[in-house]
C-alpha cells in the first residue's frame, strides 16, 4: 500500500531564487507530476504548451497567459489548462504557485 505523503506548510518547500523559478517536484509517476514553485518579481516563466494542468496560486499577484489569453492571478486563484495550451506565468510580486501535470 502507498504511503501519504503531508506537507505541513507548502512555504517549507517553495524556492525563491534570483536566478530564476526552480520547481520543488512534491511527486512524480508516469501519470502525474506535482510540484511548487517560487516566482520573484517581475520573473517569468516562457509560455510553452504542455499536457493538462491546474495550477493553484499560493501567494502573490502576477498573471498567467493561456493561448494569448491574459488571467489575472493572485492567491486563492486556480486556473485549469487543457492538454496541449500553451500557458506561461509572470509575477508582479513575490508569487507561489502548485502545479499538477496529468499524462
Known amino acids: 500500500m502507498a504511503q501519504a505523503m503531508f506537507y505541513p506548510d507548502w ?15 512534491l511527486i512524480e509517476n ?9 516566482l520573484e518579481a517581475g520573473q517569468m516563466i516562457p509560455p510553452h504548451p504542455g499536457e493538462l ?3 493553484h496560486f499560493l501567494e502573490g499577484n502576477g498573471w498567467m ?3 494569448g489569453e491574459r488571467l489575472r492571478v493572485s492567491a486563492g486563484a486556480t486556473v485549469i489548462v487543457p ?3 500553451v500557458r506561461g506565468i509572470e509575477a508582479e510580486t513575490r508569487l507561489a504557485f502548485l502545479a ?4
Open 11 to 25: 512555504r517549507a518547500k517553495v524556492v525563491f531564487s534570483p536566478a530564476g523559478p526552480q520547481p520543488v517536484t
Open 30 to 38: 508516469e501519470k502525474v507530476k506535482t510540484l511548487v514553485a517560487g
Open 53 to 55: 494542468g491546474v495550477y
Open 65 to 67: 497567459t493561456v493561448e
Open 83 to 85: 492538454q496541449g495550451a
Open 100 to 103: 499538477t501535470r496529468v499524462a
